[in-house]
Structure formats: structure tokens, C-alpha cells
């Protein structure tokens, strides 16, 4: 070793030889950590719905897409017609016979970036047709694999006899003998006789809970597993739409899913560089599923709804505000919601519910207006929503918009915010898509909040890290250190949702995301783990914890460290962040226990990487994942060494001596 590194060796140890003493005091336990503090926000952004979340295969099944065999390569003699039998989506094609027994008429849908299928499972094909004379006819369908060196492209057939002149719906099951990332679903006809077709569906049967019309397992899965509170829905800039008429309307996306009208997805072509012309959403993930998945993952639901305005980035033009005066369909829509949720059956749209599969109510007790709204625009628009949803559902409380962000937009964003307490709304949506720095800064924002006002809903986080937006480590690391702010105010911040949620590798608008997948896999970025360390962790009460009687917050002589404490009934639970670049050392005292309680079994979770810039990704999806070891414990105190650039979560257990 050269005399320099010597001097560097010997200055990093004599650094983490300081030891940072931090206090916790077991004996003042503060505020209750609400359920809902740690929560998921969802978008159909990224294809998180369609060709994500939602586990239908076809992309344009109701051929409603404007282009109406986009997703679709048709051969032989195929037409489009537009007398179907659903109302809201008349569209659906004719298959006739080519005119030469040589010649094929038929179709294939190329899913979405591929129709992806394993091989033995089993995929549920399912299609509403007829026969136009009344006859007889036969359709084939296949799973294929069209870039195969096989004889056969066909990897599952299936035959459908079609039978009469009413719309019936006949499925059939497709196990096919191989997996395929980029297959796609053909259908021809195999008779004489010609077939009219609507609402081409093909799912896996083991869908998330089994569900038909249901949700792809492994990131239902994924989602469930970080536990979360509370389940933002559907949006984000969804919500609002490109303009009123694009908005989401959440009446369109229940009742039968044949009859759920297309809508445009607002992300289509939100940025010049990446252009999405075929990104709609089926709406076949509705309210009714939203409300159902936030039920099996133990969230409190929660809807947003729109206010009257587009989308404020994309469109503030005056026809794309609803007039004060003409607001009331969009107040009896969210009055409508209330009932949809709660009301029982003998309400009209608690009926509406039953009718779907749940008699009992869902138990909805939060609703959004407005996601990321701003100006005076906002505010009055709002004010007439809260007068009635206050005077009919008093038991319901109300989240308003601090708009896009108390960092580049900080004027707007205290503007709204006092006419959010002026209109004394129950919380206030925050957003920040920031850098490092920002939030690093922003661990104490919390500290100095009104205790009166409303509280909190971190509605939208994530570190956007300058120069790097991707996900990776620093940037997690930054959000875990952010986060220890949240939990040390769980008296004012309520609820907090990292955003957005999911994105397909192929499909993505928007980056850094939590959950990333393609046809076949998927993976949790570091972020993913910061959020379900917090959440599994929640702890049920906030304690005091100190650095020379301060709070951990990364200030001038803290090291880069940020930390915070909780406990429930049997443990103690301390998170730091080590956001420098030396590692730490650590000496945790528990002050203030009681005579007879001992702390037994610690044990740390680490999440830490040796390259700050890395991330998880399809082919290394455990490179950063939470790393368990046992902690040794002595008498009140533990002592530790915190690695550079990393997050520990120490979980002491607590033991009552008889
Ligand atoms: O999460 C992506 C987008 O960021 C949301 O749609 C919007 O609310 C925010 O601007």
C-alpha cells in the first residue's frame, strides 16, 4: 500500500471509530402509527393495467381501438362491422370464407409486446360469436410460436363449433407444450361456414385468488407482499385525462367487462421520445376490482376522482375545465361512488355491486378529488365536492391536492395549501419527484407541520436522481433516509405511496418505478425493499429518538445518518440510513425500560450494494435485496457498524422477566 492510501486507510478508521450514540426512549412512546401509513399507489402508466397488472392477453379485444384491428394482423376475408351486441363497444369483426378451399380467413393478436404463455399451464380462451346464416361452423385457435424452427408453429390448438344466429360466449382451454415470450393467439376459421367475433380474451387460469376476469399472480403478489395500508387508485394523471372527455370515469369500468367502454390512456403520447400509440385502458381493472384487491391485501381503498379539470400539465385550456356551475354530474358521481362502495343492496348502485359478486359493502373511508390540481381553478372547483359530500357522508374523509410539488412549484403549493385548511379537508396530497439533495433536506419537513390542519398523504414519491433516472441503489437509499421523516411525524403524516407503482420493461413512460416485470417475470427494484422494510415494520407508536438530543436528520455533525424508532408489543424497531460514504458506528441505547423488561433475539435487516448506481433487474432480480443477520444485544444497548451507503432496520424483541 502507497503512503497515501495509508493516510486514507488510517483517516476511515479513525472515522468509524467515532461512534454516534443514539437514544431511544422506550418510556415515551408517541404517536399511534396509523394502518395506513405505507400504501401503493396505482396507475395505468407503464401498461401497469393493460398488459400488466391486469392479466388479459389480447390487446384490442372489443376491436374498439380507433384503428380497429390495431393489435391485430387479419388474413383472408375478415370485416369489421359495428352492430354488436354491446352497446359501448359495437365493434367486432366478421370472418368469411376466403373463396378457395387452399385459402385461410383468420386473425392474429399480438398481445401486448407478445403474447406470453408457459408451458403446461393453462390460459382461458374465450370469445362471444355467432354463425350469420344460422349454421354450423368451426373455428381454430391456436397458441403459436411464430418464430419457431419447428414443423409447428402451433404450440396448444383448440377447436370451437359455433352454432346459430345468437351472440353466445364459448371458451375453450389452451395448455400449450412449450413457454413462449413472444407468441401470439391465431384464430382462423376451419369450416365452410362463416363466424362473427367479439371480445377475444385469453387469460391464465391461475390469475391472482383465482379470479376469472383477474390479475397476473406474480405481481399481484408482489404488491400484497408489502403488506400496504391503503390503495390509491386509479391515478395519478389518469384521473384527469388529456381532456374532460378522456377523463377517468369510474361508472365506465364495472358491470360486465364486454361492456366496459375503451378509454384513451392519457400516457399514449405524453413524451416525444417514447411514443405509445397503442396504450388504451380496457377498463377491465375497474373500481369493482380496485375495491375487491384492496380487500384481499388487507388496504383501505382509496379512490380519486376527477374535479372537472384535465390534466393541468397537458391541457389548462378553458374547455378543459367543467364551468362550477355544471359540476353537479361530477359531484353525483363521487355521491354514486359512496354508494357503489357502501351502500347495501337495496341501494341502487349497492345493487350494482351485489350484482358483481359482493353483497357486503367494501368499507370505503377516504376519497381524492382532484389529483395533481392547482390555482384558484382547483380550489373553487373543490369547495362544492366538499359541501356535499360533508352534508350526505360526513363519515368519509376527503383528500385534497397540494399540487405538483412544494419543490419547483412551492408558491402553488402553500397557496393550496392553506385553502386546503381553509376548506378544512381531512388530508392533503403532496407530491414530490425530487433529487437527492431535496430530499435529503426534507427529512425534518415534517417536524414543524400544524399538528391541527390536515394530514398528510405522501400521495407521490421517488427520488429522481440528477443525472440518473433509473432505479438504483443511492436513490432508494436517499428515500429510506427521506422516510425516517414520515415515520418520526406519524401524527401528521398519514399515509405515504412510493409512485409510480409498476412498469413494463418494454412499455415504460416513466421512471424510476417500484415494480418492474415483462410477459413472463418480474422484479422488485432496492426501492421496492426500502418500501416493504417501513411497512413490514410499521411498529404501532412512534418513539423518541436522539443524536446529542437531537433528531436524526442528517444535520451538520450527524454523520449523513437519518434515523427513527417505533415499537409495537413486542418490539423495538430502529431504522437508520447511512447516507455517507464511511461506515458508522452505532451504539443504540434503550432508555427508560422497564425494571422487569429485557431485550432479547436482535437481529438487523440490511439493504446495502457495493455500487451505488446498481439496481435489480430481469436477469439479476436479488442483486440488492434486505440481507438478515442476528444482533447481538447487551444489557439496554446495541452496538453496531452501519456499512457506507446503506439502510438497517434493528429489530430488538422485547421480554417481560416474571
Ligand atoms: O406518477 C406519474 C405521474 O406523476 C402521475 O400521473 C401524476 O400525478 C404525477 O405528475
Known amino acids: 500500500m502507497n503512503t497515501f492510501l495509508l493516510t486514507l486507510a488510517a483517516l476511515a478508521a479513525a472515522w468509524t471509530t467515532e461512534t454516534n450514540e443514539l437514544v431511544v426512549r422506550t418510556d415515551k412512546p408517541g404517536a399511534e402509527i396509523p394502518s395506513t401509513m405505507y400504501g401503493l399507489f396505482f396507475e395505468d402508466i407503464n401498461y ?21 384491428l390495431m393489435g391485430w394482423s387479419a388474413f383472408g376475408n375478415v370485416s369489421v362491422r359495428d352492430d354488436g351486441p354491446f352497446e359501448r363497444n359495437p365493434h367486432y369483426v366478421r370472418l368469411e370464407h376466403p373463396g378457395h378451399k387452399e385459402k385461410r380467413t383468420g386473425l392474429e393478436n399480438e398481445g401486448y409486446f407478445g403474447v406470453a404463455f408457459r408451458q403446461g399451464e393453462s390460459y382461458r380462451f374465450s370469445v362471444w360469436a355467432r354463425v350469420p346464416t344460422g349454421q354450423s361452423a368451426k373455428l381454430k385457435v391456436e397458441l403459436i410460436d411464430p418464430d419457431t424452427m419447428n414443423e409447428e408453429q402451433a404450440v396448444a390448438t383448440q377447436t370451437i363449433d359455433i352454432k346459430g344466429t345468437g351472440w353466445q360466449k364459448y371458451t375453450a382451454l389452451l395448455t400449450p407444450a412449450q413457454t413462449e415470450a413472444k407468441g401470439r393467439l391465431r384464430i382462423f376459421l376451419d369450416s365452410p361456414e362463416g363466424v362473427d367475433l367479439e371480445h377475444v380474451s385469453l387469460f391464465p387460469v391461475d390469475t391472482w385468488m383465482g379470479h376469472e376476469n383477474g390479475l397476473r399472480k406474480d405481481l399481484a403478489q408482489k404488491l400484497a407482499d408489502l403488506k400496504p395500508g391503503v390503495l390509491r387508485f386509479p391515478g395519478g394523471c389518469i384521473v384527469e385525462g388529456t381532456d374532460l372527455e378522456t377523463r377517468y370515469r369510474w361508472k365506465n369500468t364495472i358491470g360486465p367487462v364486454e361492456n366496459r367502454p375503451l378509454n384513451e390512456n392519457r400516457w399514449q403520447h405524453s413524451f416525444t421520445y417514447r411514443f405509445f400509440p397503442d396504450y388504451y385502458q380496457s377498463c377491465g381493472l375497474g373500481f369493482y376490482e380496485f375495491f375487491q384487491f384492496a380487500e384481499e391485501i388487507g388496504a383501505e381503498p382509496l379512490p380519486i376522482l376527477s374535479v372537472g379539470l384535465a390534466c393541468q400539465f397537458q391541457n389548462n385550456s378553458p374547455e378543459a375545465h367543467v364551468p362550477v356551475d355544471s359540476l353537479q354530474p361530477y359531484i353525483q358521481d363521487a355521491l354514486d361512488l359512496i354508494e357503489f362502495a357502501n351502500g347495501d343492496a337495496s341501494t341502487p348502485w349497492g345493487k350494482v355491486r351485489a350484482e358483481m359478486g359482493h353483497p357486503e359493502p367494501f368499507g370505503m373511508k377516504y376519497i381524492g378529488i382532484g389529483n395533481e390540481q392547482w390555482g384558484p381553478e382547483y380550489v373553487e372547483r373543490l369547495c362544492p365536492f366538499v359541501k356535499a359530500l360533508r352534508r350526505a357522508h360526513p363519515e368519509i374523509q376527503i383528500v385534497g391536492s397540494a399540487g405538483p410539488s412544494p419543490d419547483w412549484m412551492k408558491e402553488e403549493f402553500d397557496y393550496l395549501w392553506k385553502e386546503m385548511k381553509h376548506l378544512e379537508v381531512d388530508l392533503v396530497d403532496e407530491h414530490y419527484y425530487s433529487p437527492e439533495a431535496w430530499l435529503l433536506s426534507q427529512a425534518a419537513r415534517y417536524d414543524a407541520y400544524d399538528r391541527k390542519g390536515p394530514k398528510v398523504f405522501a400521495g407521490e414519491y421517488a427520488c429522481h436522481a ?41 412499455g415504460w413512460q416513466w421512471r424510476p418505478d417500484l415494480i418492474w416485470f415483462d410477459n413472463l417475470h418480474s422484479f422488485a427494484s432496492a426501492s421496492y425493499y426500502v418500501q416493504q422494510l ?32 417505533v415499537c409495537d408489543a413486542d418490539k423495538y424497531i430502529v431504522k437508520v440510513a447511512n447516507t455517507s460514504d464511511t461506515p458508522q458506528r452505532l451504539a443504540i441505547a434503550f432508555d427508560g425500560l422497564k425494571r422487569y423488561e429485557v431485550l432479547t433475539e436482535g437481529r438487523v435487516l440490511m439493504l446495502s450494494s457495493d455500487n451505488p448506481d446498481a439496481d435489480n433487474s430481469l436477469e439479476n432480480p436479488e442483486r440488492i435485496v434486505p440481507v438478515e443477520q442476528p444482533l447481538h444485544v447487551e444489557g439496554h444497548r446495541i452496538e453496531a457498524e452501519l456499512p457506507a451507503k446503506s439502510f438497517a432496520v434493528y429489530i430488538l424483541k422485547k421480554h417481560l422477566m416474571k
Do not use: C, I
Not at 48 to 68: C, H, I, T, W
Open 48 to 68: 401497469a393495467a393493460d398488459g400488466g397488472l391486469y392479466a388479459e392477453m389480447v390487446k384490442n379485444r372489443s376491436f374498439e381501438f380507433p384503428q380497429r
Open 466 to 506: 440528477v443525472g440518473k433516472k433509473w432505479n438504483h441503489f443511492n436513490a432508494s437509499l436517499v428515500e429510506a433516509a427521506f422516510m425516517t421523516g414520515l415515520e418520526r411525524n406519524a401524527d401528521v403524516v398519514h399515509m405515504a405511496t412510493y409512485a409510480p407503482l409498476l412498469a413494463h420493461v418494454e
Open 534 to 565: 417501513y411497512s413490514l415494520y410499521r411498529g404501532t407508536h412512534v418513539l423518541p429518538l436522539t443524536m446529542d438530543g437531537k433528531a436524526v436528520t442528517g444535520a451538520e455533525g450527524q454523520n449523513g445518518l437519518y434515523a427513527s424508532a
